[in-house]
């Protein structure tokens, strides 16, 4: 309303009002972002120690619990509640099954979820997963070092422009008027 104003303004303020409700709705708060992106990081670490532990012997829930205790924080929250849920007798298939859902475990659910189904080593699974997550993270990587030269060309274009126009444009300009102006 205060910036279109009168009758139009009266209008259009509940519906500016609703939209950006919804938009600032649906910005991810930083804190989520940070423990996103630092699971999504230490995914392929945990993996492979998971897929190290189960190569020696050890049972998935020993070797989740294991790697719980050997990474950081935030991925040793999650993996510590997959661990809990396991150590007090939930059914491992049923807590794969639910992992699945997760944003950033779901890949390890799967992972376990097809090996137990179709019987198949967990072990090579994991290095298969691990392998699978580390690819898919340096293409990440690669894709947003690739868009680092685009998003640089606006500032980089706004920032060089004046200083192209006053020292090549001003000039030219300047020395034509003045010759179109003396006649010389």
Do not use: N
């Not at 190290?52 to 050890?58: K, N, P, Q, R």
């Not at 090996?115 to 894709?143: I, N």
């Amino acid at each position: 309303m205060v910036f279109v104003g009168g009758w139009p303004g009266l209008a259009l303020g509940p519906i500016g009002t609703v939209v950006v409700w919804r938009v600032a709705g649906r910005i991810e708060p930083a804190s989520a972002r940070r423990r996103r992106e630092q699971l999504a990081r230490a995914l392929p670490h945990a993996v492979d120690l998971m897929a190290s532990s189960l190569s020696v012997g050890t049972s998935p829930s020993t070797a989740v619990a294991l790697v719980a205790s050997a990474v950081d924080p935030p991925m040793r929250d999650e993996l510590a509640l997959v661990a809990s849920r396991l150590a007090l007798g939930a059914d491992p298939v049923r807590v794969w099954s639910e992992l699945t859902g997760h944003p950033q475990l779901g890949a390890l659910g799967r992972c376990l979820v097809r090996a137990t189904d179709s019987g198949a080593s967990v072990a090579d699974a994991m290095h298969r997963l691990a392998e699978d997550l580390r690819r898919t993270a340096r293409a990440d990587v690669e894709s947003r070092a690739r868009t680092v030269g685009v998003k640089a060309a606006a500032p980089l274009g706004l920032c060089l422009l004046p200083a192209f126009i006053l020292t090549g444009i001003v000039p030219l300009v300047a020395g034509s008027v003045a010759v179109l102006l003396l006649g010389r």
